[in-house]
């Protein structure tokens, strides 16, 4: 296996959930994940993985970087067997295509530093990591985390309090 | 001690403080009630975003941002709505034909029928299929009992006297436009002064019941009479009835129809419903008893008829007064699509009428429409 086999086996799943959440399509963010590995196969060595995977994913959706086709399409073969590997998820229920529009509105409402934070802490990046990745010092990731929680958490119940009210008047 | 500010709550909770950090915001959140609770607090925000989050893992593939999937509409909802048209539709059965006498009617016919070469029958069975089949009476059989089968001997005599070409259904060539015939001043003078009956029926039954006159002696010749009269009245037109080529354009409240009035010359009918099924049943129950009951007397004459133009054209003049309510306005457009807007008098609804035609045409389209659509709602009621 090579080293690049490796990253993505051990890397993939995280860093696509972590793009889906971020750009909210998931062909774009296997696109970003694929040419992020290629990004890897050009270093020589890389000393925090995890935390440069993320910082070059993130900066790519930054900067629209092009792609490298020819490289990609090796990856896409992998991508292709680590999908059918997968179980396919349920049947989008109205009720959670409505959740995850939320879900949506309240990530997208955050400032950019704290989301893309909150989104790798949820990948498991550690407070290092998350400041490595995003040039922040380590003793401010719990502030920025704190924060980027509490927003969410506060903008995600009014949207659903206004759906409900909305609801309300609707069957009144 | 200090308090705990959040962020150090959080990076404790994440695990990501030394260990010596870590001991003492532990002794320190066990006496602080007060960070106990904002300890509480971050533990449900840690939760809550992590559930948040993985709402958006089912992310769609390939999205591409405004383009929601099409509503469809509940066929239920067209069900609903063709019977409540059906109903209006009956309404203006009776209303326009339920005063008129039956003797007259068959005694017209054939005098018109045999000295001007009416146009066939045969294709109102088409227009009346699919407005009743669509709906109502599904598991009926509306079409046995067309109005051509139950009309007088004379225009049954006709029918059977078509060559069988005219029964193909959707057969293109039933009516070259060349054969129709122009629409005459005589006969536009006739439709205005049919409007302004239809105006003082409707202003008579409104202010009081007219006094009785006879009525029909039972339900069944009372039916028999409409039925003559709807087919006396297109073989009084001079014109096939007109053949619905597609429902083209379909949204809630509205109805359009394309009606092809010759080969490749299609009309397009769109009715805003009044979709309100009590006012709809009730209109037709209120008006149906006073209309039967008379106040036609001068409509018997100007529709059935036709031959004796100048009795008509006294009557439109004697009507001039009666007030404009019904009268179509008239849209013309530079790409040579004209429109005749209306509202239609027993329903209320809003009717517009568009096609390549002149306002004369157009005006005896709408009233060729309106025949097929009553000889429709009359066989479906029949039926029932």
Known sequence: MTDVERLFRTYNAALVRYLTRRLGDRDWAEEVAQETFVRALRQTSIQNERAWLFAVATNLVRDEARKDIRRRKHLALLA?????????????????????????????????????????????????EIAEALELSPGSVGTTLSRARRRLVESYEALQKSREEREKHAAS | MQHLDEGTIHSWLDGALSADEAARVEAHVKECAQCQAAVAEARGFIAASSRILTALDNAPRGVIPGTAPKRRIDPMVWRIAATVLVVAAGTLVVVRNSGLNLQTASKEVPVLTSAQAPAPMAPQRDTSTPASAGSVSSEKAPVA???ASVSSGAARDQVSSRPPAAFRLGGGAAAPRESRPKVSADESQRAAGERRDLTTLESRVGVAPAPALPAPQSRFE?????????????????????KIVGVPRRAIGQKTTSYEVAPGDTVVLTEVLKVELNAVVTTGMSL???????AVKTRATAKAAAAATDTVRTEAARLDAAPPAVVPAFVETPNGINTLTWTDSTTGSGMKLSGRHSREELEEIKRRIERARAAAADSVKRSR
């Open chain 1, 80 to 128: 292709e067997q680590e999908r059918e590997a997968m179980v396919e998820p349920e049947e989008t229920t109205l009720e959670r295509a409505q959740e995850a529009a939320m879900a949506r509105k309240a990530v997208d409402a955050l400032a950019e530093r704290d989301r893309l934070a909150l989104l790798m802490r949820e990948e498991g990046l550690d407070y290092n």
């Open chain 2, 145 to 147: 009992n067309s109005p």
């Open chain 2, 222 to 242: 009372a039916a028999q009479g409409r039925s003559a009269n709807v087919a006396a009245m297109d073989a009084a037109a001079e014109v096939p009835a007109l």
């Open chain 2, 288 to 294: 149906a008893q006073p209309a039967a009951a008379g």
